[in-house]
């Protein structure tokens, strides 16, 4: 199985170089401008609620007599609202996302300074490193907060951006990797 899953990324290497290099280019690009990748984001998350909604719409327009007609034809439409608000207030979307992303940072951080302490007891080397990623993730979420709402505008595109750039450096090393033939 290796064997064929190595032939095959040695094969179809160059495609894998082409798709780390798009998505290292895009991540520059996003972290260079990250308001615009911000908004890029809350609009892309806008046009897949609503059309989410529309079929959920017509899939239960379509079976109006199963149990539970009314509840999902309700959130249908609350799909198709949410996603029209999200089109026409982007900024509104940025900043509610914002807050979601902050909010997970903040218990992301505290849940993982209470595993290292746990594992401090227990004497465990990775502890320190757990509570140095716990104390960054607290950090980057006061730091996001407190500027609200102004990082609303950059927080969400700038670590998409750092997203992109890591994925794209992986994509890149591992094409890099498969482009000789494996032994």
């Known amino acids: 199985m290796q064997t064929k899953i190595a032939a095959s990324l040695h094969e179809h290497w160059r495609l894998f170089f082409i798709e780390g290099l798009v998505l290292l280019v895009l991540g520059v690009a996003a972290v260079i401008t990250p308001q615009v990748a911000t908004f890029a984001v809350a609009f892309m998350l806008g046009w897949l609620i609503l059309l989410s909604g529309v079929v959920g719409f017509i899939a239960t327009w379509m079976m109006r007599r199963a149990p539970g007609f009314g509840w999902a034809l309700l959130s249908a439409v609350l799909a198709i609202l949410a996603g029209i608000v999200l089109l026409r207030f982007p900024g509104n979307g940025a900043l509610t996302l914002t807050l979601i992303l902050t909010a997970f940072l903040s218990i992301e951080g505290v849940l ?72």
């Open 112 to 183: 993982s300074i209470l595993y290292a302490l746990d594992h401090r007891r227990e004497l465990s080397g990775r502890w320190n490193m757990m509570l140095v990623s716990g104390l960054i993730d607290l950090g980057l979420a006061a730091m996001i907060f407190l500027g609200l709402p102004a990082t609303a505008a950059w927080a969400i595109g700038l670590l998409v951006g750092v997203n992109l750039i890591f994925g794209g450096a992986a994509v890149l090393a591992m094409a890099w990797h498969a482009r000789t033939p494996a032994a």
